[in-house]
């Protein structure tokens, strides 16, 4: 490697021209020996020393010209003295370390891992039962499958926002169902997008094989859905057969961001509506904002008993999880003086924590960890570090509730199943009156994925399965599913891709932490 000889910018071998300064560096006759300060010098005869003559010529005829030197010197080092007092102000320090810290993140992020997504995608996902009866008699099986709903910006209020001039944002759709379809038997039954009419089990389809198929709605027994909308299944599987059921979701699903943030693609919808820590109100503003509706539903501590040993998967109670209660306290005290009751500073600063000290479990327990248990065990799977994140924001009385589905990678090749939350955050009063924006609209609710490091944002390549309901014991009804029978009956859950299509090009989301100091 070598160095261009006028910029001195760094070149590679067979380089013509330097690709810092455009000039040429081959091919000039001596270039390196200038380089290299070696000069070949012809002979130099009745040579003197002291001032060049041409210099004494000049010197004799302006003899104030030394004197003008002397003066310009004095006036260069008076400035630079001027500078140096002027900078070492308070407010001048104060200007030039905002501009470093800009510079600062700048580079960082530059640097910084980042996750590929596309802005926009439409495809079929199915969700696979494979069923193995290696037993003697029938194995039967019972599921109640969630059927996915049409997805906005802001499911608990009609707008994004709304101005006090009569103008409104409209809610942004984040995904769309298209066609739902049920494959079992060798029968394709097509399912309402969103699920009405109702079909009860006194009504439900019959196979050619004699298996059931119907979506009743929600309500208690097995004959209803215990989570919400679903398709509910009944089959039986002979001895020593194989058999599947697919549930196949054909959806539109964009790119939406809650955070507004220099950092997100300015392709990205929401940007300019979101949400940041300029814009944040207090802990007291969180009932003012969607009628309190949110902070009704999901800010009481505890929340969803998983009962026995288990007990609460989301606590912030001091007596019973004095881990969550500490860290909580240790991310507040983080904070400046300035952000300690501004509820964006404090969700986000939660979020980075996590990402910080808590890794991913790749081998958690078939029970989620609490919260709790989460911190205790210093490692967490995807609710697992949800239930923290959410423990902590409830101490705080900030609304937050899980979000269920399936995650799967740019290319929709792999898909696992994946838990998330969902959160709820103040603008500020000031900001609200400043930009016209009606106070109880003056809002965000946005997804966070912990593990994934998704702050405020939605992907396509996160399917929405269920967005949870109060009461808690609605995720209990999630997380069962169903019920199998039989001897050496087995039961397979999986996801797969039938085919896909990105629209709109691709964006990163960088893994970097946001600085309040």
């Known amino acids: 490697m070598g160095t261009c000889p006028f910029c001195r910018a760094q070149t590679l071998p067979g380089d013509s021209i ?9 091919g000039a006759s001596g270039m390196d020996s200038r380089v290299k300060g070696e000069f070949m010098r012809s002979p130099t005869r009745k040579a003197k020393h002291g001032m060049a003559p041409r210099q004494a010529q000049m010197s004799k005829a302006n003899p104030k010209r030394r004197g003008r030197k002397k003066r ?22 104060q200007f030039v370390l905002a501009k470093w810290a800009e510079v600062e993140d700048y580079l960082m992020e530059a640097v910084a891992p980042y996750q590929v997504y596309p802005l926009e995608a439409e495809y079929t996902v199915v969700r696979s039962i494979d069923l193995w009866n290696n037993g003697s008699g029938n194995g039967h099986l019972e599921e109640s499958i969630p059927l996915p709903m049409d997805v906005t910006s802001n499911e ?24 739902m379809e049920l494959r079992i038997d060798g029968e394709v039954i097509t399912i ?4 009405l009419p109702y079909r009860s089990k ?22 209803f859905c215990p989570h919400g909308p679903c398709v509910r299944v009944s089959i039986d599987v002979p001895s020593g057969t194989h058999e599947t059921v697919d549930f196949a979701v054909t959806l539109h699903s964009a790119t939406h961001t809650w955070w507004h943030s220099t ?34 539903e999901f800010s009481d501590n505890p929340w969803y008993d998983r009962g026995g040993q288990y007990g609460w998967a989301i606590d912030g109670r001091q007596n019973t999880a004095p881990l969550v209660h500490q860290t909580a306290a240790s991310i507040e005290a983080s904070l400046p003086s300035n ?33 709790e248990q989460c911190l205790q065990a210093g490692i967490g799977d995807c609710d697992e570090q949800s239930n923290a994140f959410m423990s902590i924001m409830r101490i705080k009385g900030i609304p937050t509730w ?41 809002y965000v609710e946005g997804a966070v994925d912990v593990v994934n490091r998704k702050w405020l944002v939605h992907t396509p390549t996160a399917y929405i399965d269920w967005i949870e309901e109060a009461p808690w014991d609605n995720v209990d009804g999630y997380y069962a599913g169903g019920s199998i029978s039989g001897n050496d009956f087995k039961r397979l859950r999986s996801f797969y891709t039938e085919g896909y299509k990105v629209i709109g090009g691709t964006w990163d989301n960088k893994w970097l932490g946001e600085d309040f100091s």
């Not at 004095?74 to 900078?87: D, S, Y």
């Not at 990205?268 to 902070?295: L, N």
């Not at 792999?414 to 838990?419: M, N």
């Open 202 to 223: 006194a009504n439900a389809i019959l196979t050619q094989d004699g298996n059931e198929v119907w979506w009743p709605g929600q309500g208690s027994g097995s004959d």
């Open 402 to 442: 899980y979000v269920f589905g399936a995650l799967t990678d740019s290319q929709f090749q792999t898909w696992e199943g994946h838990a998330w939350a969902y959160i709820m955050l103040p603008m500020s009063e000031e900001w609200c009156e400043k930009n016209g924006v009606i106070l109880e609209t003056c």
């Open 18 to 26: 330097c690709y810092s300064c455009g000039r040429v560096i081959t």
């Open 156 to 179: 608990g209020g009609a707008v994004a926002l709304a101005y006090d001039d009569g103008t409104e944002v409209a809610k942004s759709n984040i995904q769309t169902i298209i066609d």
């Open 192 to 195: 309402p997008s969103d699920g």
């Open 263 to 296: 950092r997100m693609d300015g392709k990205i919808d929401g940007k300019s509506e979101g949400v940041s820590v300029h814009r944040s109100g207090t802990f007291d503003d969180i009932s003012e904002r969607g009628m309190g509706a949110r902070v009704n």
């Open 72 to 93: 310009s010197r004095i006036n260069q080092l008076g400035l630079v003295a001027f500078i140096a007092f002027v900078f070492f102000t308070p407010e001048a320090r």
């Open 339 to 371: 952000l300690k009751n501004n509820a964006y500073a404090y969700a986000r600063a939660t979020f980075d924590w996590l990402n910080t000290n808590v890794p991913y479990d790749t081998a958690a327990p078939n029970v989620a960890r609490s919260g």
